[in-house]
Every structure is written in structure tokens, then in C-alpha cells.
């Protein structure tokens, strides 16, 4: 069963930094460009963050472009997400998830629809 494993929540004060990372599966991860989104309560998904099956491209959502820097290791089959100056706006349940993709497909970053695994979830708190 493919899967895919966030960890790195927490607690963090306003400004201050935290990095979350996801774990996969090779037969996911190296086909798979992959995403971060999150979920505040009552609010609906949204997207974060994608990096290309390379790691030579990536996007983010203008609420955390040049705080948010996303990143992929392909041999190790993780991508993580460093979070700075972070508010308490940010306060959420972080997702990463898996879009399998062929190497000259169309790729859709930030659309939630087109991923394909999903992980559980990690809570990511910031507050004073």
C-alpha cells in the first residue's frame, strides 16, 4: 500500500522557524512530483507548496513565498518543507501528497485534485 509519513509538527512561537519532512515509498517518490497543502479549522485546503519529480522546479502559494522553501531528496525518498518567520496564520494541519506523473506530462502543482496519495497529516501550531 503506498503511503506517504509527515513528521516535524509542533509548537513554534510567531517568527520562528520549523521544518517538516515526508517519507515515501521509492515506487511512489520517483515517480511523483510532490506537494504540500494545509487545512486550518473551518477553512478549506489549500496549497502550499510543489517541487517538480527532479526538484529542479518549484511553486508556492504568495501567502508563504520567500518564508517557505521546499525541497526533495531522491535518493532518501523525502521532501521537506523549511518554514520561516512563521504566523500565526500558518497554524494548520500540513499535508504532503503524491502526483504520479510520466517525466513529459502536464503538471498541476497546485491543484489538490491531481495528487494521488495523501498523507495523515501534521499538526503545525504557532503561537505565543
Known amino acids: 500500500q503506498e503511503q506517504l509519513v509527515e513528521s516535524g509538527g509542533g509548537l513554534v512561537q510567531p517568527g520562528g522557524s520549523l521544518r517538516v519532512s515526508c517519507t515515501a515509498s521509492?515506487?511512489?517518490?520517483?515517480?511523483?512530483?510532490m506537494g504540500w497543502f494545509r487545512q486550518a479549522p473551518g477553512k478549506e485546503r489549500e496549497f502550499v507548496a510543489a517541487?517538480?519529480?527532479?526538484?529542479?522546479?518549484?511553486f508556492y502559494a504568495d501567502s508563504v513565498k520567500g518564508r517557505f522553501a521546499i525541497s526533495r531528496d531522491n535518493a532518501e525518498n523525502t521532501m521537506s518543507l523549511q518554514m520561516n518567520s512563521l504566523k500565526p496564520e500558518d497554524t494548520a494541519v500540513y499535508y504532503c501528497a503524491a502526483q504520479k506523473m510520466d517525466v513529459d506530462a502536464r503538471w498541476y502543482p497546485s491543484l489538490p485534485t491531481k495528487y494521488d496519495v495523501w498523507g495523515q497529516g501534521t499538526q503545525v501550531t504557532v503561537s505565543s
Open positions: 521509492t515506487r511512489t517518490f520517483s515517480v511523483s512530483a
Open positions: 517541487i517538480s519529480r527532479s526538484g529542479g522546479r518549484n
